[in-house]
């Protein structure tokens, strides 16, 4: 039985509770986004390479991988306030860590740690939609705690350009500090605890026990691998861009922040496709097509580069396309797989979005051994991977009659 908290009244929670909620929730997509556009800066800095640099990406997309796994079960036994905070403490210290590291392998284990915090957020923020609301009004909360994730994840590239090119890479960690500081202390003002700790909830050996169980049906793992390829050209291109930004195009990082706002933009269009769709179609016509247009967009951007047509807009104007198949395409894909343990959603959701980032950490650590003086190895790799996606829909059948079978 959903219900609201004793201390709050209706307008405090739609209003005032919903805010705080979407500050914890766009701390990470925020904290990752600023970063991106200092990776050439911190290459230059510390000397490595790209691949030694890239670490400082693809570990914490590990560590976040787990986070996400962990927090949601520790919100349950310890109460989510407790997991908030809690995760806001590990985020400041990792960013702390980040913000004073003298060597590559500090800032790596700096950013491991500030991840595993951020992940909080976004894990204990829906559960705390899902102690307080019916699952009607709960969907509408959710799209609007999306809605502030995408726009912090539009404008943090831009923000963190600008931090690095005025005041140092290591300024956006201070920004970092500074930002999820003020979020501690209006969690510990003004959230109040939505489920009191439950020393009987489900242990991890449980949990675990029933996520291999998913792994091993057919069409979840479809539904894992499609979607793990496709958002793994997310995290290939995010994190290669920057540094062909600036050594392929000869542009300052500032301007990857702008360029970014293609993809968050595609992606917003993409989810909001979505809800406009439902009515008239299954979720099977928008994996499809979705699915095509990442390939497109891939392919797109690939052909122009190689034709050398390598200005920035011939590059992301494409790649937006793709953003906006992901967008259409993901959700759905996710739904499906969720579904297909209605039972264990938490758990399958946890899983499938655990598979996907460690999936994707791994593509972009061994995609950072690519040259960076051109974007083709990008953009090879995100057309390849596309491909794959989509011949997925056929490699894996029973992924399209579970999406026709999903109720809309």
Not at 26 to 37: E, S, V
Not at 96 to 116: D, E, I, K, N, Y
Not at 222 to 236: D, E, R, W
């Amino acid at each position: 039985m959903h219900r609201r908290h004793p201390g709050l009244t209706p307008g405090r929670t739609d209003r005032a509770l919903l805010l705080l909620l979407a500050a914890i929730t766009a701390l990470a997509p925020i904290a990752t986004n600023l970063y991106l556009p200092a990776l050439p800066a911190v290459r230059e800095h510390f000397g490595g390479t790209v691949a030694e640099v890239q670490a400082t990406f693809s570990v914490s997309l590990v560590t976040f991988a787990c986070g996400i796994l962990l927090w949601g079960p520790f919100s349950d036994r310890y109460g989510r306030r407790t997991a908030i905070l809690a995760g806001l403490v590990i985020l400041v210290a990792g960013a702390v860590l980040s913000l004073t590291a003298t060597t590559l392998p500090a800032l790596v284990a700096g950013r491991a740690v500030q991840a595993f915090g951020s992940a909080t957020g976004l894990v204990v923020a829906r559960a705390i939609l899902s102690d307080l609301y019916p699952i009607e009004r709960m969907s509408k909360a959710l799209a609007q705690l999306t809605m502030v994730a995408v726009t912090g994840n539009a404008l943090a590239p831009v923000i963190g350009g600008y931090l690095t090119a005025g005041f140092g890479w290591r300024s956006i960690f201070g920004a970092i500090v500074a930002t999820a500081v003020v979020v501690a202390i209006a969690v510990w003002r003004g959230l109040p605890e939505t489920r009191p700790p439950d020393a009987h909830a489900p242990r991890g050996r449980e949990m675990a026990r029933t996520a291999w169980s998913l792994v091993r049906m057919p069409m979840f793992a479809g539904c894992v691998a499609q979607s793990a390829v496709v958002y793994a050209t997310f995290l290939v291109f995010i994190s290669l861009a920057p540094y062909v930004m600036v050594t392929a195009l000869g542009r300052p990082p500032t301007e990857f922040g702008y360029y970014y706002l293609f993809i968050a933009v595609g992606y917003f269009l993409g989810n909001w496709s979505v809800s406009r769709y439902m009515a008239r179609h299954d979720l099977h016509w928008m994996v499809v097509r979705g699915v095509l247009l990442t390939a497109v967009g891939a392919v797109a951007a690939l052909a122009f580069v190689a034709l050398g047509l390598e200005h920035p807009l011939w590059i992301f104007v494409p790649i937006g396309v793709l953003s906006y198949g992901q967008g259409l395409a993901l959700p759905n894909v996710t739904a499906t797989a969720v579904s297909l343990a209605p039972r264990h959603a938490g758990v399958a959701s946890s899983t499938i979005g655990f598979l996907q980032q460690m999936i994707g950490a791994g593509a972009v650590q061994w995609m950072g051994h690519s040259p960076t003086d051109t974007a083709l190895p990008m953009l090879g790799f995100c057309a390849a991977a596309c491909l794959a996606g989509l011949g997925m829909l056929y490699v894996f059948p029973r992924v399209e009659a579970g999406a026709r079978r999903t109720p809309r």
